[in-house]
């Protein structure tokens, strides 16, 4: 077993060697599936700012993408498929001219819409994406009147209390509802055949969801609020127009992004054609060049990111080679490490808001991100340095700030968030927005806090981690499930979170005998596969349970035997099957290869990392190693 053991090591380690980038990062494909590429289509149409060879190449991939019923599905397992994912492919592909209604698989397409109800029901922020291009009414009245963005993060209900992703999506949003904007091109397609009655196509009935008693609550305190604020209505109407250019083209990242995310971008566009930007003004074609820039090449066909991610590749990578036995000086771990330290953050964000205490020292997730870091890619990043910092001198304020930051980003409830402190008004769960729980607030999560607990308790020794890790134990053992696991808000979905906490526990400093540790451990057992490794569907994500893939992944696997090695004083038949597994299938192909292991919102947004399916089986196997045959 030593030997094979160490062969998959070695041949990891070689395979991610030869992908470094020049620059020192790892630029792996940050894979959302379609929605993107047909939104880039639909984007450069409306803009007429052709680009066939890109145009034909997202339809090329769209296509591959189609199911034989003429659906699209947002993972593989998904039963029949995914009305809005199939609407988005669609109307991307009559939008670029290359593929007409009478096609045959555009036909298959159309009738699965229809099947399933029509384009009423797509999800609401694809509602919005047809509003904005003509293909679907604006209520009369949106629903948040647009000077809400002039409430102070103090009044008692706040554009603020948005998490950072859900607001920066908004507010453009926002405008665009006011406004009643609708942008399309000369050639626009029409979508008017996928709504089933005529009555569907009024203002009246197309945005029935927002007609709840919740919703009707909400809307009413907006108003309260709004009607607190001093001036008269008029200058009241310009300053909110003003603020939210202002929120905008304030958070404008090096490359014109909108906080370096593909879909706050693309409705910041349209906002700002809405107040009079033509086409071609420089700050909407340097937009659309950042856009450009999220192009990347995934199982050799061309995809637009939602994202980059170089900083969380390249710090996940670095880390797990050092743990594979790679030293510090190596030059590919020495030019990864240089590229991290000049990504780390120096300028206040949002984040301030919340935490205004704190100073600058994070990091981010993507490559051009200077002003949105988040707690899980700076004690990411944290790990990969740890090394080099320990041994010498330099950059002793760069670890420094970092971990304050980290340390500062608690939570009062003991756990940490992703990117905003305190950030969990559980009203916005109400609003009849899919995915509202995590796309509009940013609690608590299992994984966020097993993971800082991680860094905190084996790479740091401040004494006020102490106090931080043990409110965030606490936290922890009250978030555990009744089977013993722990959900993960960013990865899927249940393996994801127990590994997490399982870890983040050990390091500390509880027994593994800890009832909750043993727990954990016996639900990790009872679920794995008989071939040895472990796989989850991502609707454990949509139902909030447990859901098995009825097929193991190389990236489940490695969670779940690294949590149990972490857990374990002796390698037990459990680890070493899953290490087997990893072993046997590390290039033996599968279909779950290419299956999401993470995920952005719930029933919307999966993520194939590239990367994972590298990453965590070296992590597991060096643990392995490490722990059990170098004894």
């Known amino acids: 077993?030593?030997?094979?053991?160490?062969?998959?090591?070695?041949?990891?380690?070689?395979?991610?060697?030869?992908?470094?980038?020049?620059?020192?990062?790892?630029?792996?494909?940050?894979?959302?599936?379609?929605?993107?590429?047909?939104?880039?289509?639909?984007?450069?149409?409306?803009?007429?700012?052709?680009?066939?060879?890109l145009i034909e190449a997202l339809v090329k991939r769209i296509e591959s993408r189609q199911t034989d019923n003429g659906s699209w599905k947002l993972f593989q397992d998904e039963l029949d498929g995914n009305v809005t994912v199939t609407i988005e492919a669609y109307y991307g592909l009559l939008y670029s001219g290359l593929r007409t209604k009478h096609d045959d698989h555009m036909r298959k397409a159309k009738q699965f819409i229809l099947s399933k109800g029509g384009i009423k029901q797509a999800k609401a922020l694809t509602k919005m994406m047809l509003a904005v291009t003509g293909q679907y009414k604006w209520p009369r009245l949106f629903p948040i009147p647009l000077e809400a963005v002039l409430l102070p993060p103090t009044f008692f209900v706040s554009i603020y209390d948005l998490s950072v992703y859900g607001r920066v999506n908004m507010i453009p949003i926002l405008l665009l509802g006011h406004k009643r904007f609708q942008a399309r091109s000369s050639n626009a397609p029409s979508l008017k055949d996928l709504f089933l009655t005529r009555e569907e196509r009024s203002e009246e009935h197309a945005w029935d969801e927002y007609r709840t008693d919740e919703y009707r609550s909400f809307f009413s305190n907006i108003q309260s609020g709004v009607k607190t604020l001093i001036g008269f209505p008029d200058y009241l109407h310009s300053l909110a127009l003003d603020s939210t250019k202002r929120y905008m083209l304030d958070r404008l990242e090096p490359d014109g992004t909108l906080y370096n995310y593909f879909g706050s971008t693309f409705f910041m566009i349209f906002a700002l054609l809405s107040i009079g930007y033509p086409k071609n003004d420089p700050v909407i074609v340097k937009a659309v060049a950042g856009l450009k820039g999220m192009a990347c090449f995934a199982d050799g066909q061309t995809h637009i990111q939602f994202t980059t991610a170089h900083v969380w590749n390249t710090s996940l990578i670095s880390y797990a080679l050092q743990e594979a036995g790679i030293p510090y000086e190596d030059g590919t771990v020495h030019a990864a490490n240089q590229y991290l330290l000049s990504r780390q953050h120096y300028m206040y964000g949002d984040w301030l808001i919340h935490n205004p205490d704190a100073i600058p020292g994070g990091w981010g997730f993507s490559d051009l991100n200077t002003m949105n870091p988040d707690v899980d890619d700076t004690t990411a990043t944290l790990r990969a340095l740890a090394n080099q910092i320990r041994e010498t001198t330099d950059n002793r304020d760069s670890w420094q700030r970092g971990v304050s930051y980290t340390v500062s980003m608690q939570n009062d409830d003991g756990g940490f968030p992703a990117f905003e402190r305190n950030n969990d008004h559980k009203w916005l769960q109400l609003l009849p927005l899919e995915g509202s729980k995590y796309l509009l607030t940013d609690p608590s999560t299992a994984d966020l806090t097993g993971r800082t607990l991680e860094f905190l308790g084996n790479y740091t020794n401040l004494k006020k981690p102490e106090e931080v890790s043990k409110r965030a134990v606490d936290w922890l053992l009250q978030d555990q499930k009744r089977?013993?696991?722990?959900?993960?808000?960013?990865?899927?979905?249940?393996?994801?979170?127990?590994?997490?906490?399982?870890?983040?526990?050990?390091?500390?400093?509880?027994?593994?005998e800890h009832p909750s540790i043993r727990k954990a451990a016996a639900w990790l057992k009872k679920i794995q596969n008989k071939d040895g490794g472990w796989g989850e569907s991502c609707y454990s994500d949509i139902k909030e349970r447990y859901i098995p893939l009825g097929a193991s992944t190389l990236t489940h696997t490695a969670w779940a035997v690294d949590a149990l090695i972490d857990v374990s004083e002796e390698p037990t038949e459990e680890i070493e099957k899953g290490i087997a597994y990893l072993i046997r299938f590390g290039e033996a192909g599968s279909w779950t290869d290419d299956y999401p292991t993470g995920q952005a919102m719930a029933d919307f947004l999966y993520i194939h990392y590239h990367s994972y399916r590298y990453i965590y089986p070296l992590l597991a196997l060096s643990h392995y190693k490490n722990k059990f045959l170098n004894a």
Not at 25 to 50: C, H, Q, R, V
Not at 492 to 499: A, P, S, V
Request: glycine share 10%; aromatic share 12%; hydrophobic share 35%.
């Open 1 to 53: 077993m030593n030997q094979q053991v160490q062969g998959e090591i070695n041949r990891l380690i070689h395979h991610l060697k030869r992908d470094q980038s020049a620059d020192g990062s790892w630029n792996y494909p940050f894979d959302t599936g379609i929605t993107a590429d047909a939104y880039m289509i639909i984007l450069l149409k409306i803009l007429d700012m052709e680009d066939p060879p």
């Open 483 to 512: 089977d013993g696991s722990w959900y993960g808000r960013w990865g899927i979905c249940y393996l994801y979170g127990t590994w997490s906490a399982l870890t983040g526990l050990k390091a500390a400093g509880q027994s593994s």
